[in-house]
């Protein structure tokens, strides 16, 4: 877990200040979680996932007992490098379903845990191979900020901050498999799908929450990816849809 601004991290059962930039690796079983204070507004770059155990003997740093020895403080050019891995983590977690699917998410998501055990020992560049475009990382930024906005906020968000958008979006879709308002609202369903599983909100205020200016679009593009309505969902969220 990464936070791109300061806030308060529980790390090994202690609440520590972060610095912007610094990484945090848990371990199976460790508690985890973050705060802050009303005028932060971290955005936390985060992943779960089940390690193979080779990987820590291979890499051991990442399999230290001591807490304290999995935090790093990153230099611009790690930030960026691992920023942009988890970037095409996301994305290909997000691809419809296709051939090498999981062995595509299981290479990104090693690449992220090997460029954490090389950190130290490049402290000032970007151990990933991989070179962040900060065009798109702008652009990915201004999606994320806009995931509860409408429609018109978002065209009027892009025209102010990125002004050349009709070229960056087909490189955007190159590189990240949908456009940018189709991830948009990829994520847009996915956020709506914890609301109603965590909250008892009623789904006409998720529907508005999350830039929908009618209920009935809101269930359309919900019942497109999830396959039943949202309320179907929040009643049996593990069903199989068939």
């Avoid at 992943?47 to 003997?57: K, M, P, Q, S």
């Avoid at 189709?182 to 914890?194: P, T």
């Avoid at 205020?205 to 309320?231: C, D, H, K």
Wanted: with cysteine; hydrophobic share 40%.
């Amino acid at each position: 877990m990464v936070a791109n601004q300061a806030t308060t991290i529980r790390h090994g059962g202690v609440e520590r200040f972060a610095e912007p930039g610094t990484v945090f690796l848990f371990r199976s079983g460790e508690l985890h979680g973050y705060r802050n204070a009303r005028n932060q507004e971290p955005h936390l770059w985060l992943v779960h996932y089940e390690a193979d155990e080779a990987l820590y003997r291979d890499c051991p740093r990442l399999a230290d007992p001591d807490p304290e020895r999995r935090v790093w403080h990153l230099a611009s050019g790690q930030l960026a490098g691992y920023q942009a891995l988890f970037t095409r983590l996301m994305a290909e977690s997000m691809r419809p379903a296709r051939s090498g699917h999981q062995a595509a998410l299981s290479a990104w998501l090693r690449l992220i845990l090997i460029a954490a055990s090389r950190w130290d020992e490049t402290v000032a560049q970007d151990p990933t191979g991989v070179t962040a475009d900060p065009e798109l990382a702008n652009l990915w930024e201004i999606i994320h900020e806009h995931l509860e906005s409408s429609d018109a906020d978002l065209t009027a968000a892009l025209a102010r901050r990125v002004p050349n958008y009709d070229s960056l979006r087909h490189r955007f879709k190159r590189i990240y498999g949908r456009a940018p308002r189709d991830l948009m609202g990829y994520m847009r369903i996915e956020r709506a799908k914890h609301l109603l599983l965590e909250t008892d909100l009623p789904v006409g205020g998720i529907a508005e929450q999350m830039g929908y200016g009618r209920l009935a679009e809101f269930t359309r593009a919900f019942t497109r990816q999830v396959g039943r309505s949202p309320r179907a969902f929040r009643t049996s969220p593990h069903s199989d849809p068939a």
